[in-house]
């Protein structure tokens, strides 16, 4: 099981590394709510047929709604709506390399609330060089009045994939915490997370103009598909089968591959301009979570000696 396990790791890192080329293109034809709302839409109608064909939906499970909810904005809501946000904004492969901080926000949560984490001066060091590698891809003394608002450096843009990366950092944690000892199956947990996000969006969603997306086959496709059903449907099922059969921080690992995905995507496929600067921040963010990581495993050896 741990074999599919590793398969669906770098399955999951891929298709969430190509989504935020996906964004991109429908942004420029709609709002990024609505694109999160798009994206849940079709991501959830089909999980939510395949879930009641295999007979996974059970009233009992409503007794957890609130462990659902917070899922649903944590790891859904907030983060879909502000890496819509921020792919609006940045280039994508810029984009999709600020969303390797996602495990040194896991990391940092997990020492403010779970007591068995404690920090080393390994782990400590690769959170302070990943959140460099942040900064030196928001450059903010480069900015100008103009580059505030978008393009290629944009700190707003750089803000929303921040708090989109926080957000999903601390549901990592909180499915450790939460989630995991309810021991429901990844589709379940998964038409439950998504279908609370999906009415979320359906009340504070502005419908207006929302059907233009689909003027454009590439965006449309893009959305539908890549967004919808694989990016959202598939992912948080192979997401939940990753925490069950790895453990919640291990699965926090998977973002070391949308960064190199989207950057592959963005410079090769795309011809983004990517400066050298921005592929030194990358390494730096990867590096920062390397010793993060591996500064924690060090900690749990020690732990288990005599």
Known sequence: MKTIAYFAFVLLGVIWGSNFIFM????????????????????????????????EIRLRDMRHI???????????????????????????SVAGMLSGSIPLFAFVTALVFLREERP??????????????VVLI?????????????????????????GGALSVGCSFVYARKFITPLRLSAVA????????????????????GIDAVFSDAQAAWGLVVGLGILGTGLAYILYYFIVENLGAMAA?????????????IGIVLIGEPVATLDIV???????????????KRILAVKKQTP
């Open 24 to 55: 991109k293109w429908a942004a420029d034809y709609i709002t990024p709510q609505q694109v999160a709302f798009l994206r849940v839409v079709f991501g959830f109608v089909p999980l939510l047929i395949f879930a009641v064909i295999r007979g």
């Open 138 to 162: 928001a450059r903010p003394w480069q900015l100008d009045a103009d580059q505030m608002a978008g393009g290629a450096i944009s700190l707003v843009g750089t803000a929303y994939m921040v």
């Open 281 to 295: 921040a990358v390494l730096a963010i990867l590096s920062g979570v390397f010793l993060q990581q591996t500064g």
């Open 252 to 264: 926090s690992g998977v973002t070391y591959l949308p960064p190199l995905v989207a950057m592959a």
């Open 189 to 208: 947990l998964s038409t439950y997370q998504i279908g609370i996000a999906t009415a979320i969006f359906a009340l504070t969603t502005n419908y207006t």
């Open 120 to 133: 080393t001066f390994k782990s400590i060091g690769g959170v302070v060089l990943g959140f460099a590698g």
């Open 66 to 92: 609130h462990h659902f909810a917070v899922m649903a904005l944590l790891a859904t809501a907030i983060y879909y709506f502000a890496f819509a946000k921020g792919a609006a904004l940045l280039l994508s």
